[in-house]
């Protein structure tokens, strides 16, 4: 009596059968990896073909009646309504030429001549004023270069203005007739004899002076 075969179920078979599976794999996969290269066929030769650029993109058309909110920037190319089309950049505007404007003239420096009172009668100038610190430092600079240099004051020190002052040549000619601005009164006068006539509200004082051909002469007043 023969009986049939009964499958193998033990462990050994089963584990037998997992490498079975798994070495084919294993050659396939120690084949590939030491196979050598293929042969490359002699007179063949590698090309490279560079790729066209991307085209850019249709340029955009705006169509009649279009209206752009303020501050919009459109790309160049863009067609405006009419056929016209953004240049890639704005066209420069010729600039008008830069001319330098002259500078205005500096201020001539003021010349103590300039800030006290200066006149001139006839061919006889003067020169009046001594008010304040300022005043005196402007009659001092310019004292030499008058040879008549007068000064009326009070008893006391204080200095006096708006005097009356009269000078005649040795004839009696009247050169001069003015009134001073300041306690210091300048004149330049040519080398000779002369009579000095100064009024202070009526009292009046005279006095003869010499001038010099060179330096000067000063006459204090005091009442």
């Known amino acids: ?28 996969l120690c084949q590939s990896e030491t196979a050598p290269p293929a042969p490359v066929e002699p007179g063949l030769r590698s090309e490279w073909v560079v790729a066209p650029p991307d085209e850019p993109p249709p340029a955009a058309q705006l169509p009649e ?21 953004l240049p890639a950049q704005p066209s420069a505007q010729p600039r008008a ?3 330098a404007e002259p500078l205005p003239p500096a201020p001539a420096p003021e010349t103590p001549a300039a800030v006290a009172v200066a006149q001139e009668t006839g ?3 003067y020169l009046s004023g001594g008010i304040g610190l300022s005043g005196r430092e402007e009659m001092l600079q310019v004292k030499p270069q008058f040879n008549l240099r007068l000064l009326f ?38 080398p000779g004899r002369y009579r000095v006539n100064v009024d202070n509200a009526g009292s009046i004082q005279t006095r003869d002076v010499n001038i010099p051909a060179t330096g000067g002469v000063d006459l204090n007043f005091y009442w």
Do not use: C
């Open 65 to 85: 009646g279009t209206v752009l909110q303020e501050e919009m920037v459109l790309p160049p190319g863009t067609i405006l309504p009419g056929g016209a089309i």
């Open 153 to 190: 004051a009070e008893a006391g020190g204080a200095y006096l203005a708006d005097i009356r002052v009269r000078i005649q040549d040795a004839a009696g000619a009247v050169l001069l007739d003015a009134v001073s601005q300041g306690p210091w009164f300048y004149v330049k006068l040519p």
């Open 123 to 125: 061919s006889v100038p």
């Open 97 to 99: 030429p830069i001319v």
């Open 1 to 28: 009596m023969i009986h049939p075969a009964k499958p193998l179920s033990s462990p050994l078979i089963r584990g037998l059968g997992v490498m079975l599976a798994v070495l084919p794999l294993s050659s396939a």
